[in-house]
T-cell receptor, first 114, second 112 residues
């Protein structure tokens, strides 16, 4: 089966500009996660979807970050405006359901804000 | 709050030597525990997981991990390391709250 697909792989933008990341989860996976991984750190959850509903967005900086998962499949994560501190790798993952089931990760989008 | 501590930031071993990566967790109920591996520029790949049952779990690439509730630990082991095992390793804890929390990772270097 195809894995989690993310695009773009790399993105360089100037601060204050907007940016968007796209994720296509594994077919049949109802749960979708967005994580941010800072250099030298483990991934940190930004938002979790169950189908099209955002069920945990407590760690999402809502003043500048937004996400959507239309039709419960693909998802987009947006930052507007970007700040220097947003430079990180943004990882998308999916699983069949939440809780302890295995999450499969995409290759990530490396964002550099200059 | 749930958390994971990986005490070793960087470990260097010789090829063919044994390996143990440490992981301690904090979780208020029965945890689900995971080890993931990340190669440079790649996403995370699951090595193994513990949900319940046998506390010694086998994973891919010859890795195993042992869940010790009394020590709140889930250490990863491999009897003989290969050069291709060089990567960063992350321990993670999750559970019925559906939140997966990762440690900061341990970078493994393998000397020839």
């Amino acid at each position: 089966e195809a894995g989690v697909v993310q695009s773009p792989r790399y993105k360089i933008i100037e601060k204050k500009q907007p940016v968007a990341f796209w994720c296509n989860p594994i077919s049949g996976h109802n749960t979708l996660y967005w994580y941010r991984q800072n250099l030298g750190q483990g991934p940190e959850l930004l938002i979790r979807y169950e189908n099209e509903e955002a069920v945990d967005d407590s760690q999402l900086p809502k003043d500048r970050f937004s996400a959507e998962r239309l039709k419960g499949v693909d998802s987009t994560l947006k930052i507007q405006p970007a700040e220097l501190g947003d430079s990180a790798v943004y990882l998308c993952a999916s699983s069949r359901r939440g809780g302890g089931t295995e999450a499969f990760f995409g290759q990530g989008t490396r964002l550099t804000v200059v | 709050a749930q958390s994971v501590t990986q005490p070793d930031i960087h470990i260097t071993v010789s090829e063919g030597a044994s390996l143990e990566l440490r992981c301690n967790y904090s979780y208020g109920a029965t945890p689900y525990l995971f080890w993931y591996v990340q190669s440079p520029g790649q996403g995370l790949q699951l090595l193994l997981k513990y949900f319940s049952g046998d506390t010694l779990v086998q994973g891919i690439k010859g890795f195993e991990a042992e869940f010790k509730r009394s020590q709140s630990s889930f250490n990863l082991r491999k009897p003989s390391v290969h050069w291709s095992d060089a990567a960063e390793y992350f321990c993670a804890v999750g559970g019925s709250n559906y939140k997966l929390t990762f440690g900061k990772g341990t970078l493994l270097t393998v000397n020839p």
